[in-house]
């Protein structure tokens, strides 16, 4: 008997130990280089079981946790039909590499895709000031395992700016900040949209007036803008996730 693609799936699926969805914000764990790592997680009551949607992985800013975003997308999350994961920094102070990731967000996806039904091809990454800043740097790292990328008031530093030569796909990227942000000047995030279209990587920026810093006051504008920008991109083929050696 001949296997068809969609037959294949639907055997991957029964054979998954499959969570029901609730309408309540879950706070689960997992352990990553020997360490439990918290993390929320939104799966919204309309999703089908059989049916593969995105996920967007949700970076929180500087001294706050998962849960502060995604709060703030549970609304888009069940308007759309998709999963949203909002892990903590592991000192809620900062992201850094390797102890945040890419290692522990590869985890924290493949987790997820054992319980639920995601579509691999449409995996995201959204983050707010140091969760934006590091969204970047995993973006460029993984071009090749998250779609796309959008970020609200981050930046790449300019002794940085080697890192941006190693995305191996020109990963899209949307980035949105306050004309008047305190932390990330125009003039520094500009530069990085200059250095990323140096690269050949495609970028969108967004300058919203008179805007300053928070996040929070303009989620639900800023999460619209944010999905309208997501959606559109999708990998090409099967993620391939790239690991490294941090000692190096």
Known sequence: MKLTGSFIFMLLMLSLEIYPASEKIVKDSLTSQGKKRAYYLFVPENIAPTTPVPLVVLLQGSGRNGLSLVEKWKDKAKQEGLI???PDSWDSSQWAAPADG????????????SKYPINLRKVYLFGHSGGATFALYMSLYESQYFAATAIHAGAVQPEAYPLLDYAKRKIPIAIFVGTKDP???????????DEL?????PVELTEIPNHNHSYYDLAPTINNSVWEFLKKHGLGEDPRYEQYDFKK
């Open 183 to 193: 932390f990330f000047p125009l003039a520094i995030v500009r530069a990085t949209r």
């Open 197 to 201: 279209k140096k690269r050949e990587i």
């Open 84 to 86: 949203i994961v909002g």
């Open 102 to 113: 890419p290692e522990f967000l590869h985890e924290l996806v493949e987790a997820i895709k």
